[in-house]
């Protein structure tokens, strides 16, 4: 949905301006039969769809941002058990960050 303005012109319809789409336009477009309240039911509508999208994808995006950590968590905690197997004699914790080839985040 685009940014615009609205104002009433002289036939007291809403008007918009020139930087909205085709599709708000007709939402807001009035008919004989459709009163003010109707209109501003189906823009509310409208919105609350938009929002509910808007959170969703806020969302899906933190999901995968907090499931690539515990993904980075555990890739960590393999490579040190599976370099504490290879020398059992390093102590836990020192393995992961000692071993050859272990990224350092």
């Not at 007709?26 to 769809?49: H, I, M, N, S, Y």
């Not at 995968?64 to 020398?87: F, H, K, M, P, W």
Request: aromatic share 4%.
């Amino acid at each position: 949905m685009g940014v615009h303005e609205t104002h009433t012109d002289s036939t007291g319809e809403l008007a918009l301006s020139s930087n909205s789409t085709d599709d708000e336009q007709d939402v807001l477009k009035p008919t004989t039969t459709e009163t003010f309240g109707d209109r501003t039911k189906k823009l509310c509508t409208r919105f609350a769809g938009l929002m509910s999208n808007l959170v969703n994808t806020v969302s899906l995006a933190r999901m995968d941002y907090y499931l690539s950590l515990v993904c980075q968590g555990a890739s960590e905690c393999i490579t040190e058990a599976r370099q504490q197997l290879i020398n059992p004699g390093l102590p836990l914790g020192v393995a992961g960050a000692d071993a050859p080839g272990h990224l350092v985040t």
